[in-house]
């Protein structure tokens, strides 16, 4: 501001001062800083009133204007709850107060607003007679004071800090509380050693000597008295700061009472020479327990079962079941107890037979499909057909520890699949070496964790409201038998993603067994086509097959399923064989199967489905989409070649024929026999009417995902329209916003990924005042923060890949009918 300005600014008028140039800059500064600035005359009437003030006191805009008074304000405060009579009086804000003489408030002092509120103010009379008053709202700030001061209090800490110039310490209030005021005095006079324990005093000088060759750091723990007499020891840990030339210009330290940490430590190494005194006579203990409750348990299992077999009614025989099931889960606890109970005693003994571990695996697995077909896992037994089957060793502690393994993965994983893969390393001169890992796609185990996951009565989830319930000994027992047999147990895990156990032990290979051998005649040279979302049962069935001499191809879905049938037919190389899994992402086995019954130019090789659910199909309709053999996973090898001989070598009459499908020309129709989607609102079109589909603009850059979009569309009400990424994508519903009422919107894409172009949809909707068309995100990533950052990028909706047919159109209906009914509102999104 100008001199002369300056000088004139008092006789200027209100109306011209908003005209200057000088009050101008003076607004460009309040819209500057977070400040509630005003400016008044010598008798107290405003002449400035900035934004902020209003802002930060929650007032309505205008309601104190230009040559208002002071006590004006204050009448206004009063009256919004800001200001009582006792805080005017007692923070000397009133106007008696500014009028008295030589009054200057310079220094910035904190009150406290009867809402709660925390403002800094300072008021300054300047020459000319003009108050410049200036707040600020530290609420957050005091408010983080406060909560550091009770978290130091809660956690019995606190920190002093030394200035190299003034020689001053300053202490928290959490420090100064455990020390009287002699103490206090003491250390401003002879240093923070003064208050140190004389025995301990050396400890901490050592840690300051020592400062250099720790980058400035220094941590100690030492003794001090308190104001009552009591003894405490504390754990130091602080740094040096330094100016640009290296000299020191602070100290800081960060004080914690650990006087019951270090009590505790004590008491519990005492405590750790008696448990072990005491673990000799527990396992005794537990051994001769085990024993007297299994004796009444296998009569209650006994009688239970007799009483099964005898003529009861029917809620009978469900008292009976439960009392059986019952029985039996306690009986395997009681067996985990009595397995830990000889280990311990050194009395477990291992019994060597000869035996076929594929079968013993094939065994296990059967005993525990059911309990995964539960929860829709997926078994998978990678066991190469090269290796060998026939070995000497312990077989049914073998199967105890693979059923731990096994029943341990279905029991903490929800979806996906679980994979069992068996390596064999041939050693000249001794056994082989036999590996077994079972992978699976659960919960993981934290990191902090993995140590404790094999050790007895041990769980990853040890808490009272753990989910899942066990002794937490069948890890502990199966480790415990690996190595009796000269193995070694290992885990690997990744929290959230899955874990894997693995266990290796030396067995002698059974030469004097006949090894299993293969006529591959009929399967010879077959070409067979393997699809499978599962990547590793795809590579599982790879190498079963060519074992077989059988030529192999894979694909991950249906519709890479239909381009190479499509390719095979124009090179004139058709296929012989398909093995289709069941359950896969847009597609399953039996809609596959139909549209490849139901085109003629795909020369239909015979279908062989593999489920890992038993699925209700009738012979019938496999028979009319060319299903020959429907197979439960995990499909024992022995089994799946004999299915493979018995389709190749049957010269049954072809299958009855669908009506023909030209897939050459678009590779989009599904089967038409399959039900189409019921619509919620009667307004919605449905496919069988005879008006336009709704076009919905999906932004999606891979070809193979806009093609299963559009199959999954191809019965419903809704038509797709693909731009290749987000800028072809906001280009054509810019153009043509009539056109699309609703947007699918993939995210990671080329030239403009799907935030940015939602982000200029949306605003070109607000420019042109346009009603909000819902946008749908279809997107692989599927995080809890993806979620969110797909919301908050102003979409609608979210929907993960792979996504189930039901789900998006279910999805498109319901921002359909919001949208056309002028109700389009962010649902609860839901991952697929």
């Avoid at 004796?295 to 025989?317: C, F, H, K």
């Avoid at 995964?372 to 997926?378: M, R």
């Avoid at 490849?596 to 279908?607: C, F, M, R, S």
């Amino acid at each position: 501001m100008s001199e002369t300005s300056a000088q004139s600014l008092p006789a200027i008028e209100p109306t011209r001062l908003a005209e200057g140039e000088d009050i101008e800059f003076l607004r460009m500064i309040d819209d500057a800083l977070d400040l509630g600035i005003a400016i008044l005359d010598k008798d107290l009437r405003y002449q400035y009133l900035g934004k902020g003030m209003f802002k930060q006191l929650g007032l309505p805009m205008n309601s104190l204007k230009v040559g208002d008074s002071l006590e004006d304000c204050h009448t206004l405060m009063i009256e919004h709850g800001l200001l009582t009579p006792e805080i005017l009086a007692s923070a000397h804000l009133s106007a008696d107060d500014q009028r008295r003489e030589g009054y200057t408030n310079p220094n910035r002092d904190v009150m406290r607003l009867a809402n709660g509120m925390r403002s800094e103010l300072k008021r300054k009379t300047l020459p000319s007679g003009h108050i410049v008053s200036m707040s600020y709202d530290v609420t957050r700030l005091v408010e983080k004071d406060e909560i550091l001061e009770q978290s130091l209090r809660l956690g019995k800490a606190g920190y002093w800090t030394y200035d190299f110039k003034t020689k001053k310490y300053t202490l928290s209030e959490t420090l100064k509380y455990y020390f009287s005021e002699e103490d206090l005095e003491n250390i401003e006079k002879h240093g923070i050693l003064s208050i140190v324990h004389p025995d301990d005093r050396g400890v901490f000088r050592d840690a300051l000597k020592n400062i250099s060759k720790t980058n400035d750091m220094f941590k100690h723990t030492c003794r001090t008295n308190t104001f009552n007499g009591n003894e405490r020891w504390n754990r130091t840990t602080g740094q040096v700061i330094r100016d640009a030339d290296g000299k020191p210009v602070t100290m800081r330290a960060f004080v914690k009472d650990v006087t019951y940490e270090l009590k505790r430590a004590e008491e519990l190494e005492r405590a750790k020479d008696e448990a072990v005194a005491a673990s000799h006579a527990k396992s005794e203990f537990l051994a001769n327990m085990s024993h007297e409750i299994r004796t009444p348990m296998n009569g209650v299992l006994g009688m239970a079962e007799l009483l099964a077999n005898s003529d009861i009614n029917e809620q009978q025989q469900e008292f009976v079941k439960i009392i059986n099931n019952s029985a039996t889960a306690l009986l395997d606890i009681i067996n985990d107890i009595l397995d830990f109970s000889k280990i311990e005693a050194g009395a477990l003994d291992l019994d060597p037979i000869s035996f076929n571990l594929s079968e013993t695996i094939n065994d296990v697995m059967s005993l525990l499909l059911p309990k995964a077909q539960s929860k829709g896992l997926e078994l998978v037994i990678d066991y190469a057909p090269s290796l060998p089957r026939a070995f000497i060793g312990d077989a049914g502690r073998l199967r105890q520890v693979i059923t731990n393994l096994i029943g341990n993965a279905i029991k903490f994983t929800e979806n996906g699949h679980i994979v069992l893969r068996v390596g064999v390393t041939q050693r000249k001169g001794q056994n082989s070496l036999v590996s077994v890992s079972v992978k699976d796609t659960g919960i993981g185990i934290e990191k902090d964790k993995m140590d404790a996951v094999l050790k007895k009565f041990t769980q990853a989830d040890g808490s009272t409201t753990r989910t899942y319930g066990g002794t937490g000994l069948g890890l502990s027992i199966s480790k415990k038998i690996v190595e009796l047999m000269g193995g070694r147990m290992q885990v690997h895990s990744t929290f959230g993603e899955g874990s894997t156990f693995a266990f290796g032990v030396p067995l002698e290979e059974d030469i004097s067994r006949d090894a299993v051998v293969y006529e591959t005649d009929v399967v010879a040279g077959k070409r067979v086509l393997i699809v499978d979302d599962i990547a590793v049962n795809r590579q599982i069935l790879s190498q079963q097959v060519a074992g077989w001499n059988m030529v192999p191809t894979t694909v991950r879905d249906g519709v890479e399923a239909l381009v190479a049938l499509r390719d095979a037919a124009a090179t004139k190389t058709p296929f012989d064989l398909i093995l289709l899994d069941y359950f896969m992402p847009a597609m399953n086995g039996r809609e596959v199967a139909a549209i490849i019954a139901a085109t003629d130019t795909l020369n239909n090789p015979p279908v062989i489905i593999l489920s890992s659910s038993d699925q209700s199909i009738s012979t019938q309709e496999m028979n009319n989409i060319g299903v020959r053999q429907y197979l439960l996973k995990p499909v024992k090898e022995r089994a799946l070649f004999q299915n493979i001989v018995k389709v190749l070598s049957t010269d049954a009459e072809r299958f009855p024929s669908l009506p023909a499908v030209n897939v050459h020309e678009k590779l989009e129709t599904l089967d038409t026999r399959a039900p189409e989607p019921q619509l919620k609102k009667a307004d919605i079109p449905t496919p069988s009417a005879p008006i336009k589909k709704i076009e919905v603009l999906v932004a999606e850059d891979f070809a193979l995902n806009r093609d299963v979009v559009r199959l999954m569309l191809a019965d419903s009400c809704f038509e797709p329209v693909f731009a290749e990424n987000g800028e072809v994508c906001v280009k054509m519903f810019t153009q043509n916003p009539d056109r699309f009422p609703l947007v699918v919107m993939d995210v990671s894409m080329p030239v403009m990924d799907g935030y940015e172009a939602t982000h200029l949809i949306r605003q070109f909707i607000e420019d042109k005042t346009r009603s909000a068309t819902p946008i749908i995100a279809l997107t692989g990533h599927a995080l809890k923060h993806d979620r969110e950052k797909c919301l908050d990028a102003g979409m609608d909706d979210y929907l993960t890949k792979p996504v189930q047919q039901s789900q998006l159109i279910e999805k498109l209906e319901h921002h359909y009918t919001l949208a056309t009914q002028g109700e389009p509102a962010k649902s609860n999104a839901q991952v697929a």
